[in-house]
Structures are given as structure tokens and as C-alpha cells.
């Protein structure tokens, strides 16, 4: 009975995360309106710290579903329940001019446990991409003394969402395969509003919506080997199938005369318009007797591939709406790890885990025909045991963050950010014996 009241929480909390992620954007970047917006990098409590860090991760005390493999070394005896929030501050820059803008999310919730000898499992709601902007620009059109004052108003939100369940094999000693298999929905909404202090010429109004509903299936792989008696190398490797979302892109442009209030709206749709790409992933992990681990990561995203839906008013055809390709491949490299003098100890301190990552990653957009913002970022953290009469193996993990994306001759961002996640370690599956 206290198994099933235990469960029936955890589903009720996932559901209160999939509604709480939902109305929450987790960002206020201009950079969002492009695209399907921030990618967000699946980033859980532990390896946030590490700057996201985890392909070749597979410590079975956290849930690291960044490589479905790393669930086969899920502890045979705990059940593993793991969510996390972020805050942070946003500070944007351009031509002089500055601005802060503040931002709380409730990220992700994730379990784990292990189903069978060799076979672990996780379930869990987390965030892939996010959009959330709202911010106007004003200029002047024509002579100085004649001049007609335009502005343009930019609002968007969304982003997309996946739950997912997964599973993680050890076919072979050492040797561990894996795979998510996730149900991806989520929505977007960009607004462009176009207005001119002549009530002569009429406003203009471009929405872009979409609903998207789908899957999405990611695989992982990962090797173990004994380079000595205190020293392990794990490498991994992960990849997800890029594909069409069948889900159809709208675009309602409404023309608006302030002088006559005639109002007319032209709506265009694109069929099966959108989809995600094939990414790839490698990683390298180096265990130092199970106190130092210190590894690099690099994926790549194939967004060269995929199109988006574009309006596009100097065409020369009657056809404004249309797909277009304006990706670039997505590259990142991370560097990172943790050290913990003894995860066991008696000690308090000593089974502080510290962490730290470094980040570099290019943009996956092209933006009036340059590159998009380049991001460069920096994480620190703690994972804290929590300790009390009856558990002494869960985890508080604080972390802290700061990244810059910034783009020749355009906006620059600097955020810093604030990451708190818990891991809940409990010994559900262990039989106890009294004399």
C-alpha cells in the first residue's frame, strides 16, 4: 500500500509539471523567435551543474536521461525521483542601451528504478525547447519634418515538451544499450504588429501559430573499461531520429484601416510543415576510484536539413507563406565533472559533491542572412546529501550558471542562472530482516 501511495503522488506530481511547464515559457530571450526557440539542452539537477554534461554519466544514484543506456546501472534496490526549478536574470545589450529581465521555471521530473537483472527504467516530463519574448522597436519613415513614425511590436510563446519512457540494458558486462521513446507536443505563437502614426495606411498584423503532437525516439550506447585498479574510461554515444511532426503551420495576416475600421484577414497553412532534427552525440568519461570524474561531450544537431515555415512579403509570386530553410547544424562541446572525497562516509562533508562545466555551442539559426548568436557558458554546483533518521542517500544539487549569446552587430545576452533539483533515493525493493 505505501508503494502505491508513493506512485500515485509521483503521478500526480508529473501531471502538475506538465501543466506547470506548459504555461511557463523559462525565457525572455529575442533570440526565441526563431525557429522552434532556446533549446534548452535537457538538463537534469546533477549535470547542470556540469554544464549538461552526461552522455558517458552513468552513476546509478541520478537519473541521467541524456543516455537511456545509463539506466541499466540503476540501483537494484532504490527507486530514484528526481525534479528541479531554475531562476534567473537576463541582462540584454545593444547600441549603449541595456535592460534585466527576470524568469522562473519549473524544468523537469524524472524517476528511475530497476525493473530486471541488467534492466533499468525511467519515466519522466522534461522541456525541449522554449519560447517567450515581447519587445517593440520604434523608427521614423520619410523627412524630418514630414516624418511618419513606425512601430513594430514582437510577441512570441511556447515551446515543445516530451514525456517519455526508457529503458537501459546490460547485454554484456560493461557493455550498455538504451533508448527513450517519448510522446513530443507543444505549441508556438508569433505575433508581428505593424503600426504607423498616419491612420492613412493600415496596421498590419502577422501571426504564426502551430500545434504540434508527435513522437520522438532517442537511443544510447555506452562502454566501460578497466584502464587500472582506481582508474575506469566510459565512453558513450547517443543519437535521435530527426523527423516530420505532421503538424500543419498557420499564418493569419490582418490588415487594419484606423481611418475606416475596415478590417481584412488572409489565413495561409502549410501542410505537415515542421519537424526535428537527427542529432548525434559522443562522449568520454574518466572515474578516478570513484571520487574525481571529469568528462567531454559533443553533440551535433542536424537542423541543415529541416525548413520552416517563413512569410516572406517581397516574394515576387503570390505565394508569402512557404517552407525555407534558414538552419544551420547545431554544434556544442562541453567540458566538465565532479569530485567527491567519499560518497559513503560517515562524514557530512565529505560526501559533498562539487561540480563545474564549461560550454560552447553555435547557433542553429541564420538571422536576415548572418549567423545567429554564439553561446559560451559556465556552471558550478553542489550536490548536498540530505540526511535524516530514515534516508541518508537522497540529494539537494544547487547549481549556478551564466551564459552569453551574442551575434555580430546584434543584441547580446548575458544570463545567470540558478538551478535547484532534488534526488530522492529511497530503498523501496529492500527486504528487511528483524531478530
Not at 160 to 167: H, K
Not at 380 to 387: A, E, R
Request: with cysteine; charged share 15%; aromatic share 12%.
Amino acid at each position: 500500500m505505501k508503494i502505491l501511495a508513493k506512485t500515485t503522488l509521483i503521478a500526480i506530481g508529473m501531471v502538475l509539471a506538465v501543466t506547470t511547464t506548459k504555461a511557463q515559457s523559462g525565457t525572455n530571450s529575442p533570440y526565441s523567435q526563431f525557429g522552434f526557440g532556446e533549446i534548452t539542452g535537457e538538463q537534469s539537477g546533477f549535470n547542470r551543474a556540469m554544464n549538461g554534461l552526461g552522455i558517458a554519466f552513468n552513476d546509478g544514484s541520478q537519473v541521467n536521461y541524456i543516455n537511456p543506456a545509463s539506466y541499466a546501472k540503476t540501483d537494484s534496490l532504490t527507486f530514484l525521483f528526481d525534479a528541479g526549478l531554475s531562476l534567473q536574470l537576463t541582462n540584454f545589450s545593444e547600441n549603449g542601451r541595456r535592460r534585466n529581465a527576470n524568469n522562473a521555471n519549473f524544468d523537469y521530473v524524472t524517476m528511475a528504478f530497476r525493473a530486471a537483472k541488467h534492466l533499468g527504467m525511467s519515466i519522466g516530463v522534461v522541456p525541449i525547447t522554449k519560447i517567450g519574448y515581447n519587445y517593440s522597436q520604434v523608427s521614423n519613415i520619410g523627412d524630418i519634418q514630414d516624418a511618419m513614425q513606425y512601430s513594430a511590436s514582437y510577441t512570441g510563446s511556447g515551446g515543445l515538451r516530451q514525456v517519455y519512457i526508457g529503458a537501459g540494458w546490460e547485454p554484456l558486462r560493461n557493455l550498455s544499450i538504451g533508448a527513450n521513446i517519448g510522446y513530443l507536443w507543444g505549441d508556438y505563437t508569433h505575433t508581428l504588429v505593424n503600426a504607423y502614426s498616419d491612420n492613412t495606411v493600415n496596421a498590419l498584423s502577422k501571426t504564426h501559430t502551430a500545434d504540434i503532437s508527435s513522437y520522438k525516439i532517442d537511443f544510447g550506447l555506452q562502454y566501460a573499461t578497466k584502464l587500472s585498479k582506481k582508474n575506469t574510461l566510459t565512453i558513450g554515444a547517443t543519437y535521435g531520429i530527426g523527423h516530420k511532426l505532421n503538424a500543419d503551420a498557420r499564418c493569419e495576416v490582418t490588415s487594419i484601416n484606423s481611418a475606416t475600421q475596415v478590417t481584412n484577414t488572409t489565413t495561409d497553412t502549410i501542410k505537415n510543415a515542421i519537424s526535428i532534427p537527427t542529432t548525434f552525440g559522443a562522449g568520454i568519461m574518466w572515474n578516478h576510484n570513484n571520487r574525481l570524474q571529469f568528462g567531454i561531450d559533443y553533440t551535433m544537431q542536424q537542423w541543415s536539413k529541416e525548413s520552416f515555415p517563413v512569410y516572406d512579403a517581397n516574394k515576387q509570386t503570390q505565394k508569402f507563406y512557404s517552407d525555407k530553410n534558414y538552419f544551420d547544424n547545431r554544434h556544442k562541446i562541453t567540458i566538465g565533472g565532479e569530485y567527491c572525497r567519499n560518497k559513503i562516509a560517515r562524514n557530512f562533508f565529505q560526501r559533498i559533491r562539487y561540480r563545474a562545466g564549461f560550454g560552447y555551442a553555435t547557433s542553429y539559426v541564420n538571422i536576415a542572412g548572418k549567423n545567429g548568436p554564439k553561446e559560451i557558458s559556465a556552471t558550478i554546483g553542489f550536490g548536498i546529501p540530505i540526511v535524516n533518521g530514515y534516508n541518508s542517500r537522497s540529494v539537494l544539487n544547487i547549481s549556478g550558471g551564466w551564459v552569453r549569446q551574442e551575434a555580430k552587430g546584434m543584441l547580446t545576452e548575458n544570463t545567470y542562472r540558478i538551478g535547484i533539483g532534488i534526488t530522492f533515493n529511497e530503498r523501496w525493493f529492500q527486504k528487511w530482516k528483524f531478530d
